[in-house]
């Protein structure tokens, strides 16, 4: 790897740490040695990047430090390729637009020399099958998320009973051929997930709910991973 090309990358893994990364970890990312990183991060530092830490403790790099979105390596493009491909065939009419029109920006802007691996891509997502049809608004109901709004369900469960109820939406799931919406729900007094294809209708209430949706959002991820830990421990419990 090029000494310039390494500078860049060590940015790029301090910007994604959330917390302080050692020049050891930093090294076996970049497969080079930690001498090499201590040299690297003082050449940043002496061109004003703003990175703070130390030896043996780790670096961090403080925010409001940006380069141009689209210095771009080879396997960034693929990636995002790959991620706007599998959106474009399964979001919503508003998200499959838009990314379809990620991958044309990125083809305007990229470097020619990335330009074969963005028109001839090594990788693609599967053809979708059988998806399922619904009505709902999608895209009003990412803005009812983003805005922190309730949404007032009138819902069909597989039996094709209804009812009807006012969740706090914080998230829409994506599967193979469906979607969920996750939202904490007042009748339940729980989070509670619902496939969008079964919504009969859908009320956009103007109420706020009393959490931020990323907040919400911490809850249902903890409350996630409370249950995954607990299935792995029965599963350990039953071979023993």
């Given at each position: 790897?090029?000494?310039?090309?390494?500078?860049?990358?060590?940015?790029?893994?301090?910007?994604?740490?959330?917390?302080?990364?050692?020049?050891?970890?930093?090294?076996?990312?970049?497969?080079?040695?930690?001498?090499?990183?201590?040299r690297d991060i003082a050449t940043l530092m002496a061109q004003r990047v703003p990175i703070r830490g130390e030896a043996g403790?780790?670096?961090?790099?403080?925010?409001?430090?940006?380069?141009?979105?689209?210095?771009?390596?080879?396997?960034?493009?693929?990636?995002?390729?790959?991620?706007?491909?599998?959106?474009?065939?399964?979001?919503?009419?508003?998200l499959a637009r838009a990314a379809r029109d990620l991958i044309a920006k990125i083809a305007a802007t990229v470097p020619e020399?990335?330009?074969?691996?963005?028109?001839?891509?090594?990788?693609?997502?599967?053809?979708?099958?059988?998806?399922?049809?619904?009505?709902?608004?999608?895209?009003?109901?990412?803005?009812?998320?983003?805005?922190?709004?309730?949404?007032?369900?009138?819902?069909?469960?597989?039996?094709?009973?209804?009812?009807?109820?006012?969740?706090?939406?914080?998230?829409?799931?994506?599967?193979?051929?469906?979607?969920?919406?996750?939202?904490?729900?007042?009748?339940?007094?729980?989070?509670?997930?619902?496939?969008?294809?079964?919504?009969?209708?859908?009320?956009?209430?103007?109420?706020r709910y009393p959490a931020r949706p990323a907040v919400l959002r911490g809850k249902w991820y903890a409350k996630m991973e409370?249950?995954?830990?607990?299935?792995?421990?029965?599963?350990?419990?039953?071979?023993?």
């Amino acid at each position: 790897m090029r000494r310039a090309d390494r500078l860049f990358q060590i940015i790029q893994v301090l910007r994604r740490s959330p917390k302080a990364i050692t020049a050891d970890a930093i090294a076996l990312e970049l497969e080079t040695s930690k001498r090499s990183i201590y040299r690297d991060i003082a050449t940043l530092m002496a061109q004003r990047v703003p990175i703070r830490g130390e030896a043996g403790i780790g670096y961090v790099l403080d925010g409001g430090f940006d380069m141009p979105p689209l210095m771009l390596t080879s396997d960034e493009v693929e990636a995002a390729v790959l991620g706007a491909q599998w959106v474009a065939g399964r979001g919503d009419p508003a998200l499959a637009r838009a990314a379809r029109d990620l991958i044309a920006k990125i083809a305007a802007t990229v470097p020619e020399k990335l330009r074969p691996v963005l028109l001839e891509p090594a990788v693609a997502s599967a053809p979708t099958w059988k998806r399922e049809i619904e009505t709902l608004d999608m895209s009003k109901v990412r803005a009812w998320i983003h805005a922190g709004r309730k949404l007032r369900l009138h819902y069909s469960d597989e039996q094709g009973r209804e009812t009807t109820r006012v969740i706090w939406p914080c998230l829409v799931g994506y599967r193979e051929t469906t979607r969920l919406l996750v939202g904490w729900c007042e009748t339940r007094d729980d989070f509670r997930t619902f496939r969008t294809d079964r919504v009969v209708e859908a009320d956009f209430l103007d109420d706020r709910y009393p959490a931020r949706p990323a907040v919400l959002r911490g809850k249902w991820y903890a409350k996630m991973e409370a249950e995954r830990c607990a299935w792995e421990a029965e599963q350990a419990g039953a071979t023993q």
